[in-house]
């Protein structure tokens, strides 16, 4: 029984519309000025006045970029970064949500607290830092795997997932005289993809986002992930353009690659991939989230 | 199964915890935490002596208050206007386009800042020269528009994403309610303020306080990687404040102690909206 719309509510209606296109252009625009930039001419973008079209279209940028050996090496590394970290991540945090959803877990609710306490108060970056060079796991691939393996977040969300797993299940294959891992690896884990999925999604998305580690625990440059480089190109963009210290033959387009304009085409790249896979898995991304909040 | 998590905690959360200690010592490189000699309160005196301490104090409360006050209302308008859509293929259009910006990392979100912001190029000094301005601003420099760039853009990077939750409790409120408010002769208006929002006042609750916990870890990275020679007065705050000595300078007891006044500072606040919050929604919505 729906009330009749009257013109008061009909241009309520109207408004919020109109705002929520604005919203939706204020995060468009933006994606194609850049775009625009990083297909747009260099010297040409210096003289301003390009907004979401490129003026004077080149791939040159986009040819810098895949010359450049430490945008072509800090690529790598944070594709190896990403897939490796998701993967021993999810296993990872699968098990221990595994063992936490039992109930006959002795110490189980200390645990709990154990972990969910380290999302309120943490000894800081510099005894974090300390830690890490104990370890010796500075300035080495592993200070981006390891100390990323675990979340509280992540093994809250998984553990409330296998809580809605019928404990039937795992009791009949017990009968049967499976042992915890094999329940682990033969019932659970297939029935969780959904959830495996979403962590291993928002994990990839961590991965593949950060910044800092890199900026702050690794010196070498050949360990720099993506982002942390294009950090570094944003503080700097002229002193990239330095350091690449080639010399173009008049013609070849690369000439006019400025510090700028390169930097515009790396943000693209190390955008894309996120822009790409985004439209298709945001669903399970929501889902995840709905999961998670179940528990609150 | 649960063992390499314990370990996992205990090195990497705990440990580092025990590390505060050097916030007391003079670290000394070859004797390690547990051998440097011990200072005592020293840094933190050196702290409150320090020119800009209060400054930095003052801006972490003020950016905290932004990030959790000012910003708050803003997920739960997005989620009511989006409710608001009829039309089932626009509502998930824009809301697929609003949480794509919850998706990029922060160093992207800062190079579309500066670029937007850039004098005489950026789009938004064309907007701006288009509409009769200079278009000469340089935005980034300025202390006077840091704030509310960091808002703007800490709000158009989380808004989407955070209209989820409220959204799907939003749905979950009983209609039954609504038509029994119309009955009393409520408004569309009022139907929302009455019903919905005490509706999910719950979600609202919860969502501040994870929120502000949430501060805590990310919180700086936005202003660490915003600030610039021109608005660092007002764009330093704790956080960045212990990375730069910290990290950058090396002086390594001293930013310890200084984060750990800020970790401390940090815990009470959520303590404090915790009991606040449970209060509120009659010991509906709280941590534990």
């Known amino acids: 029984m729906r009330a009749k719309s009257n013109t008061a509510e009909k241009i309520a209606g109207a408004v919020n519309i109109t705002l929520l296109l604005l919203l939706c252009l204020s995060i468009l625009l933006p994606f194609a000025n850049i775009l625009a930039l990083s297909f747009n001419d260099g010297t040409d973008s210096a003289l301003g006045g390009i907004s979401i079209w490129p003026r004077e279209f080149t791939w040159a940028n986009y040819q810098e970029v895949f010359h450049n050996d430490d945008i072509l090496q800090s690529l790598k590394i944070s594709v ?8 021993l991540s999810v296993l990872l945090t699968a098990m221990a949500a595994f063992a936490l959803k039992k109930k006959t877990l002795p110490g189980r609710n200390v645990y709990m607290f154990f972990i969910v306490f380290t999302m309120l108060f943490g000894g800081g970056i510099v005894p974090y830092y300390m830690v890490l060079k104990s370890l010796y796991l500075t300035n080495t691939f592993w200070v981006y795997i390891i100390p990323a393996l675990y979340s509280a977040w992540n093994i809250i969300l998984m553990r409330t997932f296998f809580q809605s797993i019928d404990d039937s299940l795992e009791e009949s294959a017990k009968i049967d005289g499976a042992g915890d891992y094999k329940v682990f690896f033969r019932i659970i884990l297939p029935l969780s993809l959904p959830v495996l999925a979403v962590i291993g999604l928002f994990n990839a998305v961590g991965h593949w986002n950060d910044w800092y580690a890199g900026t702050f625990f690794v010196k070498d440059k050949d360990l720099y992930p993506l982002q942390t480089l294009l950090k570094q190109m944003l503080d700097s963009a002229e002193a990239m353009r330095k350091k690449m210290m080639v010399v173009y033959l008049p013609g070849d387009p690369r000439q006019n690659v400025t510090g700028e304009s390169l930097k515009m085409a790396t943000l693209v790249v190390a955008t894309l991939p996120i822009v790409c896979v985004y439209p298709f898995v945001q669903r399970y991304f929501v889902k995840g989230l709905m999961i998670g909040s179940v528990k609150g | 199964m649960l063992l390499p998590c314990l370990i996992w905690f205990v090195v990497f959360a705990y440990v580092p915890m025990g590390g505060l200690l050097l916030a007391f ?3 000394k490189f070859n004797a390690g935490i547990l051998h440097s000699p011990w200072v005592g309160l020293r840094y933190f005196e050196n702290f409150f002596a320090y020119p800009g301490a209060w400054q930095l104090v003052l801006n972490t409360i003020i950016v905290g208050l932004i990030k959790i006050v000012l910003y708050f209302p803003f997920p739960i308008i997005l989620a009511l206007m989006l409710n608001a859509v009829r039309r089932r293929g626009l509502k998930s259009v824009v ?11 922060w160093v992207v979100v800062a190079a579309f800042t500066f670029r937007i912001l850039s004098p005489n190029d950026g789009i938004a000094n064309q907007l701006l020269a288009w509409l009769g301005g200079s278009g000469e601003t340089f935005f980034m420099m300025e202390e006077k528009y840091f704030y509310l760039v960091m808002f703007l853009t800490f709000v158009w990077k989380g808004i989407g ?8 409790a939003i749905t979950n409120v009983d209609p ?3 038509e029994a408010a119309q009955i009393d002769g409520a408004n569309k208006w009022q139907q929302t303020v009455h019903v919905t929002l005490s509706g999910i006042r719950t979600t609202i609750g919860i969502l501040l306080i994870l929120d502000l916990s949430g501060l805590l870890s990310t919180g700086y990275e936005q202003n660490f990687l915003l600030r610039t020679a021109g608005n660092s007065n007002v764009a330093d705050i704790l956080d960045v404040y212990v990375l730069r000595t910290g990290m950058m300078q090396g002086q390594y007891g001293y930013a310890t102690a200084v984060g750990m006044m800020q970790g401390v500072i940090g815990l009470v606040m959520v303590l404090l909206i915790n009991k606040a919050v449970a209060k509120l929604t009659d010991r509906e919505a709280s941590l534990w």
């Open chain 1, 80 to 87: 190896l970064r990403t897939g490796i970290g998701t993967a």
């Open chain 2, 25 to 27: 010592k003079e670290f």
């Open chain 2, 95 to 105: 809301q697929t386009i609003s949480y794509l910006p919850h998706f990029l990392s």
């Open chain 2, 161 to 168: 994403w955070g209209s989820i939750i409220y959204l799907a």
């Open chain 2, 176 to 178: 039954t309610l609504y």
